[in-house]
């Protein structure tokens, strides 16, 4: 497949026109000497996208520009579909109108997309905070499903780094027109979402990898539809009638090719960390120098999921009376880490900030307190759970995740 091979970048939309509008303008100024077309499926906008879209797009693109109007909202795998099939380019590129490119973000899936056996690629897709949105996507020892490294630093190895992926999203996805519709295209039962990961599976089972090019980058200013997320459980479990057999719990084993571990909760609240032995070092060696909030950061900005580092900004924070910039602290550190300690000081500093009824609504948020035999009965429920999923990963030959299931019934469930 040649390099400049004509690329159809096809566009989703259903009303947010000023964001459609941003999206348009971004491609325009950074695929410029590009072979594209640029195709928007305007999904029955009944905003300003209903007369703005085409004089927008031929302003910008010219005959390059492909409008494709639906007189209802058919939704993303619909859409989608339907802009595939108007489109005249050998690669199709799947974007989210709530995206924004950066300078030289198409060679570098232009070219991962030639490697051996590569059925699809995604970009680096980042928060406008520059941290990190989504760099695959990973399941759960119980089958969540969830953002590899999110809320990481931008300038983060990890992030960047080729992983062995069972899928990759939508937001932003580059693939062969011929291995598109040899896949059928997107699966239309679903409900605005989980299309990506279906059509992932189907990739996997012809024989295709899935990467993520860490020095392309885009964007994503993330989910801006309403009901984004409304028919999640549906999907959920769409998905795994029609690929669960064929998909696994993979987080730990991302995590561990990176050097990090998977840490369980009492609740099956599930996070990364350091290793207890990186984390030791770690704070012993900043313990050893003076205190100072910049080297502080600096360090974490190297290490995010250094826990000690965080409760060590917290307090220098908090120590000069800078009680906002330490909750900020707080809230990030809580992202990374479910553990007690890290909720607890997030609700001290959310009581002190802003008042003691915002950190009673944010406990319950976290997880209201139950009543002795409530605890019980949730404690014995988390238990079995853990054992049927435990039996699961001896059967799957996976010890590392059956390690991970024992140590926690040693923890808290008795056994």
């Known amino acids: 497949m040649s390099s400049t091979a004509r690329v159809s970048i096809i566009i989703p939309a259903w009303n947010l026109w000023q964001m459609t509008a941003a999206c348009l303008r971004s491609l325009a100024e950074h695929t410029q000497n590009e072979n594209v077309e640029v195709v928007v499926v305007d999904n029955g906008s009944t905003d300003a996208t209903a007369t703005e879209l085409e004089p927008l797009g031929n302003a910008l693109f010219g005959a390059d520009f492909c409008r494709v109007r639906l007189f209802d909202n058919l939704g993303f795998a619909k859409g989608c579909n339907a802009g ?51 760099c695959g996507i990973y399941f759960t020892p119980f089958m969540a499903v ?25 937001a932003a996805m580059l693939l062969r027109k011929s291995v598109f519709m040899d896949c059928g295209g997107f699966y239309e039962e679903y409900r605005n979402g989980f299309e990506d990961m279906d059509i992932c599976c189907e990739l996997r089972a012809r024989g295709h990898k899935l990467v993520v090019a860490g020095s392309s980058v885009v964007i994503h200013h993330t989910s801006q539809t309403p009901g984004r997320f409304d028919h999640n459980t549906f999907n959920g479990e769409l998905l795994m009638r029609r690929h669960g057999k064929n998909l696994r719990p993979d987080l730990h084993m991302l995590a561990a090719l990176d050097g990090y ?20 070092a770690r704070t012993e060696d900043f313990d050893a120098r003076p205190q100072n909030e910049e080297a502080c950061r600096n360090l974490l900005e190297q290490e995010p999921l250094w826990r000690s580092g965080w409760y060590r900004l917290m307090d220098m924070l908090e120590a000069r009376g800078d009680l906002h910039e330490a909750l900020l602290c707080a809230t990030r550190c809580a992202m990374f880490f479910g553990d007690t300690d890290s909720r607890e000081r997030l609700l001290a500093l959310t009581s002190k900030v802003e008042g003691p009824e915002s950190a009673a609504s944010l406990r319950v948020a976290l997880g209201p307190p139950a009543t002795a035999t409530g605890a019980e009965e949730k404690s014995s429920a988390s238990k079995v759970r853990v054992q049927q999923a435990r039996r699961a990963a001896y059967a799957r030959g996976d010890g590392m995740l059956a390690e991970i299931f024992n140590q926690w019934l040693l923890r808290y469930g008795g056994a």
């Open 84 to 134: 595939a099939k108007a489109s005249s380019g050998d690669l199709l590129l799947f974007l989210n109108n709530d995206t924004t490119m950066t300078p030289g973000w198409l060679p570098p899936l232009r070219h991962a997309l030639e490697q051996p056996r590569v059925g699809a690629v995604g970009p680096l897709l980042l928060y406008p905070s520059g941290t990190v949105q989504h």
């Open 146 to 170: 969830g953002h590899l490294y999110e809320g990481f630093p931008a300038g983060h190895t990890a992030p960047r780094k080729k992983h062995p992926l069972q899928a990759i999203t939508g």
């Open 261 to 280: 571990q998977l840490e369980m909760g009492p609740d099956l609240d599930l996070w990364l960390a350091l290793p207890e032995a990186r984390e030791a």
